[in-house]
Antibody
Framework: QLQLQESGPGLVKPSETLSLTCTVSGGSITSSGYHWDWIRQPPGKGLEWIGGISYKGDTYYNPSLKSRVTISADTSKNQVSLTLRSVTAADTAVYYC????????????WGQGTLVTVSS | QSALTQPRSVSGSPGQSVTISCTGTSSDIGGYNYVSWYQQHPGKAPKVMIYDVNKRPSGVPDRFSGSKSAYTASLTISGLQAEDGADYYCCSYAGSFWVFGGGTKLTVL
């Protein structure tokens, strides 16, 4: 059974860099046909797709965040990472990782999410 | 890019049917048959209920159905049950990226 687990600091200072890791178990991030995505949800608000990386290593970003985001993969550790630079309070959110399928709108499964607060 | 437009809230009594709409543009919903719907209970991760407009993952009751017409996608829940009360989000492909709706709170009366 595929499982995703987000990890990283729960508190980041304004203007600094947010770094999170999604550890995938029960399957390989290089399995053909899958993409690995980051999605966030500010407290009390809706979902926002941040970006993703394909099994081949191609990356895709939300145009509104593209200038501040980098998504990468460490195949030796079966992990996908998110880096978000120059954070502000508006970046405070629960951050989820999820798998999506090539040529499909299916995001499944999702990790449990991790809350990141941006505050001094 | 703007979020897809959903009603803030809908409600229905047990046993009734409700429909949640999700309106986009020709660049997202109108351009692709890649629309999915997610159910989210408080404090939990979203769960996929419908994908690719009208496909239901295994384990999702057939009370949940999806459709699309032009720039609007819809999620219909028939035979409402108390546990259906949750937030629902639509999601569409928009050509190299994904966009979500603002979410709809479903209250089962």
């Amino acid at each position: 059974q595929l499982q995703l687990q987000e990890s990283g600091p729960g508190l980041v200072k304004p203007s600094e860099t947010l770094s999170l890791t999604c550890t995938v178990s029960g399957g390989s991030i290089t399995s053909s046909g899958y993409h690995w995505d980051w999605i966030r949800q500010p407290p009390g608000k809706g979902l926002e797709w941040i970006g993703g990386i394909s099994y081949k290593g191609d990356t895709y970003y939300n145009p509104s965040l593209k200038s501040r985001v980098t998504i990468s993969a460490d195949t030796s550790k079966n992990q996908v990472s998110l880096t978000l630079r120059s954070v502000t309070a508006a970046d405070t959110a629960v951050y989820y990782c999820a798998r999506d399928y090539d040529s499909s709108s299916l995001f499944d499964p999702w990790g449990q999410g991790t809350l990141v607060t941006v505050s001094s | 890019q703007s979020a897809l437009t959903q009603p803030r809230s809908v409600s229905g009594s047990p046993g009734q049917s409700v429909t949640i709409s999700c309106t986009g543009t020709s660049s997202d919903i109108g351009g692709y048959n890649y629309v999915s719907w997610y159910q989210q209970h408080p404090g939990k991760a979203p769960k996929v209920m419908i994908y690719d407009v009208n496909k239901r993952p295994s384990g999702v009751p057939d009370r949940f159905s999806g459709s699309k017409s032009a720039y609007t996608a819809s999620l219909t829940i028939s035979g409402l049950q108390a546990e259906d009360g949750a937030d629902y989000y639509c999601c569409s492909y928009a050509g190299s990226f994904w966009v979500f709706g603002g979410g709809t709170k479903l209250t089962v009366l």
